[in-house]
């Protein structure tokens, strides 16, 4: 390999079209766990929203990745070059949040219930939907790798087919690991004497305490959306 002579200007990048796809696997988003809070923090996200926010960064990250847009240059070092990526995300999803009239108009209230009109927000939705993910990185590789895939915009026979399953099969386990992610959700996640707290337990625990320290004003942010 020749080197650049001084003064040379340096060689052109590749084309993100003639890149090729990569598809690291969800454990090395969720091990940079630590990198992407303290962006959030930087970008002025909250600290009580933090843990909400960093689902949403990997479920975009994880989203581009099932789509093929992840196409880092081949000649960076895998683990920096998902670093720089990872950061563009949570810059993104920081402004969005950031930028939703919820988030701009909070106001400490004693009754956040009643600012709200009905069904106007699923707080439980959100909440419910945060516990399962995070149960969720808690399952084996294969079980998470199928549930995924099943969830991705690709048809099952796809995942079986590129794993030289017959598609009975991975209808089959795909049944296996959705069961072990409904027993995971249901499970007690601490025991204490003769108290224990599950799943929906700590939702609801989640839920009156982020419900009882601050509100939002939906009407202010039907109108943003008007």
């Known amino acids: 390999m020749s080197r650049r002579k001084r003064g040379a200007p340096p060689a052109p990048g590749l084309s993100m079209s003639l890149r090729p796809e990569v598809s690291p696997p969800l454990d090395a988003l969720v091990a940079e766990r630590r990198l992407i809070l303290s962006r959030l923090i930087a970008c002025g996200v909250h600290a009580r ?28 070092a895998p683990r920096r070059a998902l670093r720089g990526w990872l ?26 219930r009643a600012l709200v009109d009905e069904g106007s927000v699923d707080l439980d939705g ?10 969720l990185v808690e399952l084996p590789a294969h079980h998470r790798d199928l549930l995924l895939a099943a969830a991705g915009p690709h048809p099952l026979t796809s995942y079986a087919r590129a794993h030289g399953l017959n ?6 386990r795909l ?14 996640v601490c025991q204490s004497g003769d108290s224990s707290r599950s799943a929906a337990n700590e939702l609801e625990r989640m839920r009156t305490t982020r419900a009882g320290a601050y509100a939002h004003d939906g009407r202010a942010d039907l109108r943003e959306r008007q």
């Open 49 to 76: 929203d933090c843990e909400d926010v960093l689902q949403d960064v990997l479920i975009a990250a994880w989203k581009a990745i099932q789509a093929g847009r992840y196409r880092p240059d081949p000649r960076s």
């Open 87 to 112: 950061h563009g995300i949570t810059w993104r999803q920081a402004g969005h949040h950031l930028g939703r009239a919820h988030v701009r108009r909070e106001v400490p209230v004693d009754d956040p």
């Open 167 to 172: 598609p009975a099969t991975a209808a089959g």
């Open 175 to 188: 049944q296996v690991a959705r069961k072990a992610l409904a027993e995971r959700i249901a499970r007690p």
């Open 126 to 135: 959100r909440l419910l939907a945060r516990a399962a993910l995070r149960r």
